[in-house]
């Protein structure tokens, strides 16, 4: 049971899960399956949180069937680039544990399209050599199912809880800190192992052509304390230089569909009709994500476009049919009445398209049992889509669960005027607030992010973005919240102004147009194949942020 020590309540729990969404639920998962006592903690409401909570239209995995590419060897040939921070060990984990997910997942009710000789419908995607993509029914309703049965085994769940800090012991990560968004009160969450899973894409420090932050392909809730709590802890990150995503998106909607509409065998045309991507990859519209971008942006510089459009109108009826009134509704459920005031029809009209937001994503650097250069620490959050995120919040688990088994872990006393000093840091401004608020304080950050860090960018104008961003940090002592709503925008706020400097610190040391990311670098027009090894390491060194290059280390093998 939880306890009440001088203003905090103390929660005790073998494996303490930081973040509730799809990489969260397949931790607890793992954890109760290896019978461990478990606590979910999440600023939103389990039931409904994270990217998942909108809804998904496509699982991935490879099923090693006869079809072509569908080997786990495959999936470790695709995914094993040094840039992108992956490893065959790891990825091979991802790939064996794909079925077990999968049967959980029908096991709640999650329905997976069929063929009708029983097998899954799938589809290709994205630069993959092979269908890896399963077709899903009814996905916006995937987080409701799957929370249902992990409450109902067990887990404990701290809903509306925003953590902002890591508690460490002797050396090892054995907590954190955080308040009820809706209530002010302040928690404490111990576990023998912790389980980050705090959403490794932060997609808020940009804005699109709406204007709208929160009109986004990724939860606007998440701003990077994925990143910010262990790198203030000490923690390695990787791949803040290569892992910047953007996609391309129906215009204005906010959210892309685009591996279901690409998979589908959509066309993309730009201002003149003309097929622009045939001139970019060997794969076209079906071309890795990022590589889609850079070919949308490069016809955007040769003036063939904005407008740009997807074209469906030559896909079967029954392929649309399922594109249409399932797979789009299932990402974003208002699909069907953005079409209706467009006044478009996919089977008559090819549907206008815009150049996405950018997020930030990155890697906090783990080793082959998912542990974080911070002991304690295990990584959920390791792969892309809702496949990698449920299969490696549960691998992050069973590693940390077989570890605790072995080596017992003890929590000492709390150190009171430690937890005391991160109270009133959080509450300063409520309490001491000056005269900016959350709005203008964020609104900042993204007129520097949109206008320096964009599709194209250069060294000088990177180093012109520090110096703003460092101009904005000085108004933190100055922020002002009047209620727990504003105190929360202003902590996400705090988060997305680290991670945003970080990023742009390592992009700056990347002196290439790297194939893995969709920004095209002015000043370094081309690959460096001397980088194309190499990932760029960052970590707080004394108060200051230090970067390196590696090729391997206990965390990359």
Same mark, same amino acid.
């Given at each position: 049971?939880?306890?009440?020590?001088?203003?905090?309540?103390?929660?005790?729990?073998?494996?303490?899960?930081?973040?509730?969404?799809?990489?969260?639920?397949?931790?607890?998962?793992?954890?109760?399956? =290896?019978?461990?006592?478990?606590?979910?903690?999440?600023?939103?409401? @389990?039931?409904?949180?994270?990217?998942?909570?909108?809804?998904?239209?496509?699982?991935?995995?490879?099923?090693?069937?006869?079809?072509?590419?569908?080997?786990?060897?495959?999936?470790?040939?695709?995914?094993?680039? &040094?840039?992108?921070?992956? %490893?065959?060990?790891?990825? #091979?984990?991802?790939?064996?544990?794909?079925?077990?997910?999968?049967?959980?997942?029908?096991?709640?009710?999650?329905?997976?399209? !069929?063929?009708?000789?029983?097998? $899954?419908?799938?589809?290709?995607?994205?630069?993959?050599?092979?269908?890896?993509?399963?077709?899903?029914?009814?996905?916006?309703?995937?987080?409701?199912?799957?929370?249902?049965?992990?409450?109902?085994?067990?887990?404990?769940?701290?809903?509306?809880?925003?953590?902002?800090?890591?508690?460490?012991?002797?050396?090892?990560?054995?907590?954190?800190?955080?308040?009820?968004?809706?209530?002010?009160?302040?928690?404490?969450?111990?576990?023998?192992?912790?389980?980050?899973? +705090?959403?490794?894409?932060?997609?808020?420090?940009?804005?699109?052509?709406?204007?709208?932050? @929160?009109?986004?392909?990724?939860?606007?809730? %998440?701003?990077?304390?994925?990143?910010?709590?262990?790198?203030?802890?000490?923690?390695?990150?990787?791949?803040?230089?290569?892992?910047?995503?953007?996609?391309?998106?129906?215009?204005? @909607?906010?959210?892309?569909?685009?591996?279901?509409?690409?998979?589908?065998?959509?066309?993309?045309?730009? =201002?003149?009709?003309?097929? $622009?991507?045939?001139?970019?990859?060997?794969?076209?519209?079906?071309?890795?994500?990022?590589? +889609?971008?850079?070919?949308?942006? #490069?016809?955007?510089?040769?003036?063939?476009?904005?407008?740009?459009?997807?074209?469906? #109108?030559?896909?079967?009826?029954?392929?649309?049919?399922?594109?249409?009134?399932?797979?789009?509704?299932?990402?974003?459920?208002?699909?069907?009445?953005?079409?209706?005031?467009?006044?478009?029809?996919?089977?008559?009209?090819?549907? /206008?398209?815009?150049?996405?937001?950018?997020?930030?994503?990155?890697?906090?650097?783990?080793?082959?049992?998912?542990?974080?250069?911070?002991?304690?620490?295990?990584?959920?959050?390791? @792969?892309?889509?809702?496949?990698?995120?449920?299969?490696?919040?549960?691998?992050? *688990?069973?590693?940390?669960?077989?570890?605790?088994?072995?080596?017992?872990? /003890?929590?000492?006393?709390?150190?009171?005027? /430690?937890?005391?000093?991160?109270?009133? !840091?959080?509450?300063?401004?409520?309490?001491?607030?000056?005269?900016?608020?959350?709005?203008?304080?964020?609104?900042?950050?993204?007129?520097?992010?949109?206008?320096?860090?964009?599709?194209?960018?250069?060294?000088?104008?990177?180093?012109?973005?520090?110096?703003? +961003?460092?101009?904005?940090?000085?108004?933190?002592?100055?922020?002002?919240?009047?209620?727990?709503?504003?105190?929360? #925008?202003?902590?996400?706020?705090?988060?997305?102004?680290?991670?945003?400097?970080?990023?742009?610190? *390592?992009?700056?040391?990347? !002196?290439?147009?790297?194939?893995?990311?969709? *920004?095209?670098?002015?000043?370094?027009?081309? &690959?460096?194949?001397?980088?194309?090894?190499?990932?760029?390491?960052?970590?707080?060194?004394?108060?200051?942020?230090?970067?390196?290059?590696?090729?391997?280390?206990?965390?990359?093998?």
């Amino acid at each position: 049971m939880p306890q009440s020590v001088n203003g905090f309540t103390v929660h005790e729990t073998d494996v303490l899960v930081l973040g509730a969404a799809a990489a969260g639920t397949g931790a607890a998962l793992a954890a109760l399956e =290896a019978g461990r006592r478990v606590l979910l903690v999440d600023k939103g409401k @389990f039931e409904s949180c994270g990217s998942i909570g909108g809804g998904n239209d496509h699982f991935m995995a490879v099923l090693n069937t006869d079809a072509p590419f569908d080997t786990t060897a495959d999936f470790i040939n695709f995914y094993e680039k &040094p840039n992108w921070g992956l %490893v065959p060990d790891t990825i #091979r984990q991802w790939a064996e544990v794909c079925p077990h997910m999968i049967e959980f997942l029908e096991s709640v009710g999650v329905e997976f399209r !069929r063929n009708p000789d029983g097998s $899954y419908m799938r589809s290709q995607g994205f630069g993959q050599p092979g269908s890896w993509w399963i077709l899903i029914k009814d996905g916006e309703k995937l987080k409701t199912k799957m929370s249902r049965r992990i409450l109902e085994m067990g887990a404990e769940c701290l809903n509306h809880v925003q953590v902002t800090k890591l508690i460490s012991q002797q050396g090892r990560i054995v907590g954190a800190v955080g308040f009820n968004v809706l209530t002010g009160e302040f928690h404490v969450m111990l576990g023998k192992a912790v389980i980050l899973c +705090l959403g490794p894409v932060a997609e808020r420090g940009w804005t699109n052509s709406t204007g709208n932050p @929160f009109n986004c392909m990724y939860p606007p809730s %998440v701003t990077g304390s994925h990143f910010v709590l262990p790198y203030e802890m000490g923690a390695e990150l990787a791949c803040l230089d290569t892992l910047q995503g953007a996609t391309l998106f129906p215009k204005s @909607f906010g959210c892309p569909g685009m591996n279901g509409i690409t998979g589908s065998g959509a066309h993309g045309l730009n =201002a003149k009709g003309e097929r $622009y991507m045939l001139n970019y990859h060997a794969m076209t519209e079906q071309a890795p994500r990022g590589l +889609l971008m850079q070919g949308t942006v #490069r016809e955007q510089l040769r003036q063939a476009g904005p407008p740009f459009y997807m074209d469906m #109108r030559h896909i079967d009826d029954v392929t649309r049919d399922i594109l249409n009134n399932d797979l789009m509704p299932g990402d974003k459920a208002t699909w069907f009445e953005y079409c209706e005031q467009k006044g478009f029809d996919i089977a008559t009209s090819p549907m /206008e398209i815009e150049i996405g937001s950018i997020s930030m994503e990155g890697r906090v650097l783990r080793n082959k049992n998912f542990q974080s250069t911070l002991p304690g620490l295990y990584v959920g959050c390791s @792969f892309m889509s809702f496949s990698g995120a449920i299969c490696g919040g549960y691998l992050a *688990a069973r590693h940390a669960s077989e570890e605790i088994a072995s080596a017992p872990v /003890e929590f000492l006393a709390l150190n009171e005027e /430690e937890l005391n000093e991160e109270k009133a !840091r959080v509450l300063r401004p409520m309490l001491d607030g000056g005269d900016t608020t959350y709005q203008l304080f964020e609104s900042a950050i993204h007129q520097v992010m949109n206008y320096y860090m964009g599709y194209t960018r250069n060294e000088k104008g990177m180093k012109q973005a520090l110096a703003s +961003l460092e101009r904005i940090e000085k108004l933190t002592d100055d922020l002002r919240a009047e209620n727990l709503h504003e105190l929360m #925008r202003i902590h996400e706020g705090l988060d997305l102004l680290k991670l945003c400097r970080l990023v742009v610190m *390592a992009s700056m040391e990347r !002196r290439e147009t790297s194939l893995c990311t969709m *920004a095209i670098r002015g000043d370094y027009p081309d &690959p460096d194949k001397n980088l194309a090894d190499k990932i760029l390491v960052i970590q707080k060194v004394n108060g200051s942020p230090k970067m390196h290059w590696e090729v391997k280390s206990e965390y990359l093998r």
